[in-house]
């Protein structure tokens, strides 16, 4: 599943540098997360860094994007081959 963050963003900056596929940008009112780019950190690491970080626990798992693992892991293949 890609994460999504919710209007509750503080807007702290403190998840966009931790993201390994930089799937994570400022928007207009909150920052945000690319669901192409946002592999739920699987072939990076084994818990999502943004939700670890977010001091406001803000970061939740987007029910328009629901992928399973092996999904996941292709699509960091599939963004790392491009890179
Ligand atoms: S879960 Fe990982 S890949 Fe997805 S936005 Fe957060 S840090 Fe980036
Ligand atoms: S860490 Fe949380 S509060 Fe800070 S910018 Fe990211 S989503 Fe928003």
Redesign the pocket.
């Known amino acids: 599943m ?2 999504t963050i919710t209007d509750e963003c503080i807007n702290c900056d403190v ?1 966009e540098p ?4 930089s ?2 940008s400022q928007g207009d009112e909150i920052y945000e ?1 690319d669901p192409g ?5 699987v072939g ?2 084994d818990e ?4 670890q970080v977010c001091p406001v626990d803000c ?1 939740n798992v987007s029910e328009t994007h629901v992928e399973s693992k092996d999904q996941l892991m292709a699509k960091f293949i599939k963004l790392t081959s491009k890179a």
């Open positions: 890609a994460l998840c931790e993201c390994p596929n799937a994570i997360i780019k946002c592999t739920e950190c990076h690491y999502p860094q943004c939700q970061i």
